[in-house]
């Protein structure tokens, strides 16, 4: 399928899948099995400027959109959604600065983000405060001297390996979710450090840890916004992100759908290869089906955000929550054709299984987002433009 | 730091046909891509420039579609490059190559360094460096695993020898030839893609580097390929017979016999 990408956004593509091919690919499935942050990887990534691709010019960017972003983390994700995550979640935690900061701060910080010298993360979630965002705990008082942190997050991806931190807190306790507000914490302030590395099913090369501070001081111009601004950020950040989810696991899917075709090919049951079994192509035909619409809904929405829309909640949503269940039923039926090859950890297809989980998991449970598309649907009553 | 790099385009594949009659490698439907040593030596000279500053130049002699090699070289981190192609370099010889080589660098005002491959996968002489070095008039090293440091016009390195290395220090300008193990070479940039599209890769042909035609390609040689063959593969094995034991016994025997245990 032609989706008429620039000459640029071609170029961007094949250099990633270079990249995923000979750097990554040769080291995932280590990289997985020792739950080893992909550190070489990262720096092969800025190296080649895919750090600048979200990041405008005049911060030395390439100025490249939510399009851009999510054609470097499909390829990515394509060879391993566990570096993809790696590289996509300094994006999630620069958006803040990118849509809200002050030009001071997106000067300071946009050009060493661009250059991939500083990487990123985003904290927002809480033991008590998963979908239940509003719950959070998490302060941060106003004195003389800036803002001063108190509370632990939780299952923050990148948690320790990044150096630029968005942090939501709690400005006016008594407000509830309209008293929360957004604050870059950078990773040497005194009193901030990090709990213990999780372990998890899936993604295991990317680190996910435990955010604690601890009377952490930061400047007052370290605010994002205004004060109470914390929750529209977060929601615009994420309707900003959530695409890139839908790439990562339209991607995962990719990967497992051209893994399941080399194995069925080969594979010598019955004197034919698998792949001549109508039950097997029928399995192979519904992946490709489902991963091209995935593809064809996420470029249109990353489109769509880059076109300057106003509001894109449902749009961003629908891309992510239909990509993850494709990738998570593509994975799962690729680990099923592909039968007991395809559950030993010598094959890439149970990583992209269990990889493919927290796509519907994370940055919104696709059951939180089918809500918010459901308010959405009830606002314009399902009729569409 | 003033750095030229020689690149060549090979075939990418080790399984290259030879055709009978004209005694050459039969290059039709095989992609090309830059000799593999090569790309050490481009990354070496543009780490040398990120480290004392300066300017990389790619050059390559060769078919004008090796121009495509020269533009990944700058997608790669080199600064400029130059084609030198010119009906009259086919079918040169190392010593015409390292003629040609070395009128170019020539004109490329105040070099201080060359590097190139240790040899090429496809002519595996290992000539071509050894060789510019002397039309140049200039110090050589070859097997060049570390540049250990410049400074004050002078180049020490660490050149690979059959066990270990040897340190060797050198004035500049200088020749050196570089082995795989000198660093692992960069995939190209986004910045450096897009500044390798619109580059101006200029052609320099036998009178832009003042190259008398009697000493470039098939004139200018000193060799002459009479023939070029396949050495026939002979068969010596012998395959012993019989179940594992039978057979662990008559190799048992047959070492023996030869005195080998």
């Not at chain 2, 059959?162 to 060797?168: K, L, N, P, Q």
Request: glycine residues 8%; neutral net charge; hydrophobic residues 40%.
């Amino acid at each position: 399928m032609d989706y008429f990408l620039t000459e640029q956004q071609k170029m961007l593509k094949q250099l990633t899948r270079r990249l995923a091919e000979e750097r990554i690919l040769p080291v995932r499935a280590e990289l997985d099995e020792k739950e080893e942050y992909p550190r070489a990887i990262i720096k092969d990534i800025a190296d080649a400027d895919l750090f600048r691709v979200f990041i405008p010019e005049k911060y030395d960017g390439l100025g490249g959109g939510t399009l851009e972003l999510c054609l470097v983390v499909e390829e990515l994700s394509r060879i391993c959604g566990s570096v993809a995550v790696s590289y996509a979640v300094t994006a999630l935690g620069a958006y803040a600065l990118l849509l809200y900061g002050n030009e001071e701060q997106k000067q300071k910080y946009l050009p060493l983000i661009a250059s991939g010298k500083k990487l990123c993360a985003f904290g927002l979630t809480e033991s008590a405060a998963g979908s239940d965002a509003g719950n959070i705990k998490t302060t941060a008082e106003k004195t003389t001297d800036g803002y001063l942190i108190n509370g632990t997050k939780q299952f923050i991806t990148n948690g320790g390996e990044a150096d630029i931190y968005t942090i939501i807190a709690l400005t006016d306790k008594t407000k509830g979710a309209r008293g929360a507000s957004a604050f870059i914490m950078e990773k040497d302030t005194p009193g901030f450090t990090f709990g213990k590395k999780e372990k998890k099913m899936g993604i295991r090369s990317s680190t996910t840890r435990e955010l604690v501070f601890r009377n952490c001081l930061i400047p007052t111009e370290n605010l994002i916004g205004k004060e109470g601004m914390g929750f529209i950020i977060t929601l615009k950040v994420l309707d900003h992100s959530r695409p890139g989810i839908g790439a990562q696991a339209m991607g995962i899917a990719q990967g497992a759908m051209e893994a399941a075709i080399d194995y069925t090919q080969q594979r010598i049951q019955f004197g034919h290869p698998l792949i001549s079994l109508a039950v097997v192509q029928h399995i192979l035909a519904n992946m490709a089906i489902k991963i091209e619409a995935s593809r064809a809904l996420i470029y249109s929405v990353g489109r769509y955000i880059d076109s300057g829309a106003k509001s894109f909640t449902e749009e961003a949503a629908t891309a992510k929550v239909f990509a993850s269940d494709t990738a998570m039923e593509v994975t799962t039926n690729a680990v099923q054709v592909c039968g007991g090859a395809g559950y030993m950890r010598d094959y890439p297809l149970e990583k992209m299984m269990r990889d493919a989980k927290i796509t519907q998991i994370y940055e919104g449970s696709n059951e939180v987002l089918r809500n918010a598309i459901a308010v959405a649907l009830r606002k314009r009553k399902g009729r569409n433009a | 730091m003033n750095i030229v790099v020689c690149l060549k385009q090979v075939p990418g594949t080790t399984e290259v046909k030879i055709d009978p009659v004209k005694n050459t490698l039969i290059r039709q439907g095989i992609k090309s891509i830059v000799n593999p040593f090569d790309a050490y030596a481009l990354e070496e000279g543009v780490r040398l420039k990120e480290r004392y500053t300066g300017k990389v130049t790619a050059i390559s002699m060769g078919p004008p579609q090796a121009v495509d090699m020269l533009r990944d070289a700058i997608s790669t981190g080199a600064d400029e490059a130059v084609i030198l192609s010119d009906i009259a370099f086919a079918g040169a010889d190392t010593w015409a190559t390292a003629y040609t080589l070395g009128k170019a660098v020539r004109k490329i005002n105040n070099f201080d360094l060359v590097i190139c491959g240790r040899q090429t996968i496809d002519g595996d002489t290992g000539q071509v460096g050894p060789e510019l070095a002397e039309m140049l008039g200039i110090p050589f090293i070859a097997y060049v695993s570390k540049v250990e440091e410049i400074t004050d016009r002078k180049i020490r390195v660490q050149r690979m020898a059959e066990d270990g290395y040897e340190t060797i220090e050198t004035t500049l300008p200088a020749v050196i030839t570089v082995v795989k193990e000198i660093n692992i070479p960069r995939l190209p940039s986004f910045r450096g893609m897009t500044k390798a599209k619109t580059a101006q890769v200029p052609t320099w042909k036998a009178e832009d580097i003042g190259a008398e035609k009697e000493n470039v390609g098939l004139a200018g040689s000193a060799t002459q390929v009479v023939k070029i063959f396949f050495p026939k593969i002979v068969q010596t094995a012998e395959m012993l017979k019989g179940d594992a034991e039978t057979q662990i016994n008559s190799l048992v025997a047959k070492l023996k016999e030869a005195k080998l245990i």
